[in-house]
């Protein structure tokens, strides 16, 4: 395996992209229009690559409200005490590449009139479109649970208030506390997010002297991501505290009610003192209004290109696709992102492109200089994104190569930040 600094992830991503020359000569009309939904992972990362190795040749707009992006990812290094809040936040700096910026919501999309509204009523032209809106959060998934009961059981999974909730309730606790996590079905945003998520909350408590509290996991799968790796872990770094119930275990979640904090399966009743909830989740609404979205609630597309299946002027990547084998995380959506620049590039300006190859890394943290990792590299196949070679870390290895894994995730954060903000 290769390690990943800031320097080799920016060369790599420069590799990735298929960078090549536009045609000198273009038709003689005005500029042809990308208009990118969302400025997270996915919608930056095209917006950027587009404009920039095109040169100039495509009017590129972004759609994005937020003026700082808080990246998700690394979001639990917040909560477990290894990073601070403000080294989450993300200045956009695309203009310096030609990307033109609106600072609002995208409303809805006209597919017939190729015309994305925005929230104060005017129209945005494009002659083809990407569709990066991330996740919404099927609140009535998780039965007694709402939007205004995650102020009392924080989701946390949309990086921002209910983060800073979730972090102050844990800090709050007193020994003895038992802590319930509600983990999400499949698929959903980083598959490993959660577990690792459950390592950071028993990092804090442990720094915090506490030998009585617990952690509950209820499950609706039977298997998740790197879950060898995180039993080792927990057993080596929190004997005693974690608690992971399956299906089989716990008989299904029957209701949570966030004024009695309490967790009732068809096993028993637990009354908490924290529960974060991870409900099922689906693409962002604008993806679903839009069309693009099937019966799972994600947006199918071609594994070529990313196009969507049901619209050839449309893209749509990232969190809110059915991506294949592909999990949906921030590697993946820009490793995407560059696929899509590239299909943009040629489609509208007739340069030339290769066939698409993605890849992905997912690290987590199980305690200070102790991470894992898990990925893979990627190409269309049979109709769908297929892995090609993969690989993970491996229970009983030794603390110096995990101390460097933990350095490589931290040198990726850098990199990658700086590949999707510019």
């Not at 990407?130 to 609140?139: M, R, S």
């Not at 606790?173 to 980083?190: F, K």
Request: positive net charge; charged residues 20%; contains cysteine.
């Amino acid at each position: 395996m290769i390690a990943i600094t800031r320097r080799g992830f920016s060369i790599a991503a420069l590799a990735g992209a298929g960078m090549l020359a536009v045609p000198a000569v273009l038709r003689a009309q005005a500029k042809p229009r990308l208009v990118v939904i969302g400025g997270g992972p996915a919608g930056a990362t095209v917006a950027k690559y587009v404009a920039k190795d095109s040169n100039g040749a495509i009017d590129v707009t972004l759609v994005e409200p937020l003026q700082k992006f808080l990246t998700c990812f690394h979001s639990n290094l917040y909560v477990g005490g290894f990073k601070p809040w403000d080294a989450l936040a993300q200045d956009y700096k695309l203009a310096a590449y030609g990307v033109k910026k609106v600072d609002q919501a995208a409303s809805a999309i006209d597919r017939d009139k190729k015309q994305v509204r925005l929230a104060d009523g005017s129209v945005l032209p494009y002659d083809r479109l990407v569709v990066a809106p991330g996740i919404d959060l099927d609140f009535a998934s998780v039965p007694g649970w709402s939007a205004e009961a995650a102020e009392i059981m924080p989701h946390a999974w949309k990086v921002g208030p209910q983060t800073q909730l979730l972090k102050k309730q844990l800090d709050g606790l007193e020994d003895g506390a038992t802590i319930v996590m509600i983990a999400p079905p499949n698929p959903y945003r980083c598959p490993p997010g959660p577990y690792e998520r459950v390592s950071c909350m028993a990092h804090i408590l442990k720094t915090k002297g506490h030998s009585k509290s617990r952690i509950v996991i209820i499950d609706p799968k039977d298997r998740f991501s790197k879950m060898a790796l995180f039993q080792e872990g927990w057993q080596n770094h929190y004997p005693g505290m974690v608690e992971w119930m399956d299906p089989k275990m716990h008989g299904g979640l029957k209701n949570v009610d966030p004024k009695a904090m309490t967790v009732t399966t068809d096993l028993e009743t637990i009354k908490a003192d924290l529960v974060n909830v991870i409900p099922k989740q689906m693409a962002g609404r604008i993806a679903r209004d839009a069309g693009l979205a099937n019966a799972s609630g994600f947006c199918p597309i071609d594994p070529a290109s990313m196009k969507s299946a049901q619209d050839p002027s449309v893209f749509v990547l990232g969190d809110a696709a059915i991506a294949g084998a592909m999990p949906k995380s921030a590697f993946a959506a820009n490793s995407q992102a560059k696929v899509v620049a590239m299909a943009v590039r040629g489609e509208l300006t007739g340069s030339r492109t290769f066939p698409a190859r993605y890849a992905n890394t997912c690290w987590s943290i199980l305690a200070p200089d102790d991470t894992v990792k898990v990925g893979g590299r990627y190409e269309a196949k049979d109709g769908a994104i297929a892995e090609v070679e993969g690989f993970v870390s491996k229970t009983g290895e030794t603390a110096d190569l995990r101390r460097q894994t933990s350095e490589e995730n931290m040198g990726w954060y850098s990199g990658i930040v700086a590949d999707i903000f510019g």
